[in-house]
């Protein structure tokens, strides 16, 4: 984290990206106005990247990824993908290079979502194809240690029968010695505490979402003790208050974040809290938009802008460390787009797009 700040501070700036293709893309520049950022470097990878987080520290860059070398679009149910971790080097010449460092079985197929838990130690690993949740602790230099939790989640609720049949883990998220595993498939957060260093089921062992909804992601408020959760097939995001000593879900508010006028599919993609905790974006694809919520003193949402993005797909976006920059990756149009938050009220003003890879599905601020 000090990394990033620092960064920030003296205006520099770079981010990743990567999706369904094999390769990533390396960006920077200064985020001064007018901006002067470019692409800098691409690197071949393991087919379909499809998520990422990184750490900073110890002066290294170093990416954990969601490895869907065997992802299909009918899915590949009986065959594990990977978790796989890289190097990202500054070489002497001023190029860059980016190596594979390791690579293990994520113990199910199609992991779509990875998170680092430098809390607790652990990573995360949400298989969506495969229905499971699988965790791995951290070694000391930064390696992938063992499997210390793999649980698989079966039948889904069947209300959305082509996308509910089984479960389909889709994002964990850790708050404290508390993880949620949200289950697309099952309607439900899974609900996990560590002790003793183990990860073991909380009590209770799950909240029920609404019957079809779908969650798909979710993000953490810890000053309020609440999280937000983005529901992929219905467009509603819902608040619930975290009991500190079991990790309980309490539900507080539900809000529909689509405007009247919007019709045809759409589903919810990503949810993120701003740096200063006053607001809250999430994106949706159907019709792309990032739509801006204020929360007020009392943890209670309210809809501000809904601002159509210039695809359709904004599968994932991230926010500055600083607050003052959104990116947005769009699928389907192949670009990573730049957009100034405002520091008044957080509302959003496209600056300019990059074309990256082909189906960028993850960008990430190193």
């Known amino acids: 984290m000090a990394e990033r700040e620092k960064m920030s501070d003296n205006n520099d700036i770079k981010f990743i990206t990567s999706g369904f293709s094999d390769s990533i893309w390396l960006f920077g520049g200064n985020r001064n106005f007018p901006l002067e950022v470019k692409h800098l470097a691409s690197f071949p990878t393991d087919k379909n990247l499809s998520f990422l987080d990184a750490d900073t520290s110890h002066n290294r860059t170093v990416i954990y990824a969601a490895d869907c070398s065997e992802y299909s679009e009918e899915g590949n149910d009986d065959k594990d993908d990977c978790v796989s971790r890289w190097e990202l080097k500054t070489n002497e010449d001023g190029s860059y290079s980016f190596n594979k460092l390791e690579s293990i079985s994520s113990g199910g197929a199609g992991p779509c979502h990875i998170l680092l838990d430098k809390i607790n130690r652990f990573i995360h690993v949400s298989n969506y194809h495969g229905g499971s949740y699988s965790a791995f602790k951290i070694n000391h230099d930064g390696s992938i240690g063992e499997m210390c939790y793999h649980e698989q989640y079966g039948k889904g609720s069947s209300v959305v029968p082509d996308r509910q049949a089984d479960g389909h883990a889709h994002g964990a998220f850790v708050y404290d010695k508390f993880i949620y595993v949200c289950d697309l498939g099952s309607d439900k957060i899974w609900h996990y505490v560590v002790r003793e260093g183990d990860i073991n089921k909380a009590d209770p062992q799950y909240s029920e979402m609404p019957r079809g909804y779908g969650p798909r992601h979710l993000t953490v408020d810890s000053g309020r003790k609440q999280v937000y959760v983005l529901h992929e097939l ?72 809904f601002t159509e993005t210039s695809g359709s797909w904004p599968r994932h976006f991230t926010i500055s460390p600083c607050g003052s920059v959104m990116l947005v990756a769009e699928q389907f149009t192949n670009t990573v787009v730049w957009y100034q938050i405002n520091e008044t009220d957080g509302r959003l003003k496209k600056l300019t797009s990059f074309d990256t890879e082909p189906s960028p599905a993850v960008v990430k601020f190193i």
């Open 234 to 305: 219905m467009s509603y995001v819902e608040t619930y208050s975290i009991n500190d000593r079991s990790g309980a879900l309490t539900w507080k508010q539900k809000i529909y974040y689509l405007p009247n006028h919007i019709e045809g599919i759409n589903y919810g993609a990503e949810i993120m809290l701003h740096p200063n905790n006053s607001w809250l974006y999430v994106s949706n694809r159907g019709t792309g938009a990032i739509v801006l919520f204020h929360i007020d003193g009392e943890g209670v949402l309210k809809l501000i802008e």
